[in-house]
């Protein structure tokens, strides 16, 4: 098939160069003429495990093209960001993106939609931008919801093998939307109708969030009466039906802090419990900031080493990082934070070296489990630093090996 995928960011990129290299001739369409040169030459601007490699070969055999404007095809796939304001969706970039398709859309044309939306916005929002193709959907041409769930850090491996769920505007839109996936879907593939498909996606980031601050809640109930959450979760998971996630930093992302209130906004106030969830989880970096003042007490112009500012470990995306907050809070007291990160190149802050960054801290935080920090070595971090004490909400380092080397190690 030709296939004008809209949008080549974290899913929109990956998709496309796994669509060009299953045979399809793919045209990616992004609105920033920076990404679409970047391409063109073959180069790209995320980071994400083996997608040089797909990109590269996707490019190479010439099926693979990017412009800023789509063209005609079989098929568009519609993948831009789909943000939160004020805890709505704002979907002027998928309206934006419905409308750029319709000078291109012809009979028998297939459109999927893959951004995160709240249910009934195929309906409610792409279908109205796609009118002045002047064309009826469901008969003319051919509309589905196929929500991407691949995990960052994984994308490639899991756009293979994930399951997927295609709701269509009627049975033969998914029929025809599961035509094109099967091309390269190892996994399962489920049919259903739009809005069952769209709840599907908010849910499973919902479950996630929800899961997260139960973690998260355990670990402030610990903090409070003062034993170990680590302890706590790693027994109460002995138990054979309970098993909690890690309490952490917060939840960051662009999908799990997100995606609950599209769910909350459609529900008519039966979502409190996703509510309660991002409060939770939102509050962590505060807590985070409160630990690591405490830990450092009266010190004159306190300095924190931040390591790790990606919103999780071993990728390279800060999109609302917790450690964002984190150092806002510090530097809004009169810490000086100094950010070292090993995959971060972008960052608002200025990034320093290992080094740099630890030389005279009186504390140093991990909020972000890249699994290169586990490498730290004690000793040597200990020999930079003003005092010996360490954050690690995470539990990356080995702690008894730290403790012997006479830091303080916070685990929350
Ligand atoms: N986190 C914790 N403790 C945990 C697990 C995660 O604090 O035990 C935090 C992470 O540090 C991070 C945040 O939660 O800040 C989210 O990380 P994640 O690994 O749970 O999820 P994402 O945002 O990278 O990807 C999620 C995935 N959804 C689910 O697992 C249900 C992925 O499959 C989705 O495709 C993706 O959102 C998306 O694009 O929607």
Redesign the pocket.
Known sequence: MKVCVVGLGY?GLPTASVLANSGHQVIGVDVSRRIVDLINKGQIHIEEKGLKTLFGAAVNSGNLTAQLKPTKADAFILAVPTPERDHRSDLEFLRAAAASITPYLQKGNLVIVES?IPPGATENVVLPALAAAKLTPGEDYFVAHCP??????SILK?LIENDRIIGGLTPACAARAETLYRTFVQGRIELCDLRTAEMV?LV??S??DVN?AF??TVSNVAVHLGVSSARVIELANMHPRVNI????P???????PI?PWFLIETAGGKAELLRAARKVNDERPKVMAATLRKMIGRVKRPKVAVLGVS???DVDDTRLA?ALPVIERLEKHGVRVAVYDPHVKLFGKDLVNLEEALRDADAAAILA?HSDFKYLHPERVGGLMRARRLLDPFGIVERAAWEAAGFTVETL
């Open positions: 899913i995160t991407e769930r691949v995990l960052p850090g899991e996606k499973e980031n479950y996630r997260v973690a998260n996630l890690r309490s952490g917060g939840v960051g992302g662009h999908c799990i995606d919103y999780k470990g917790p489990g």
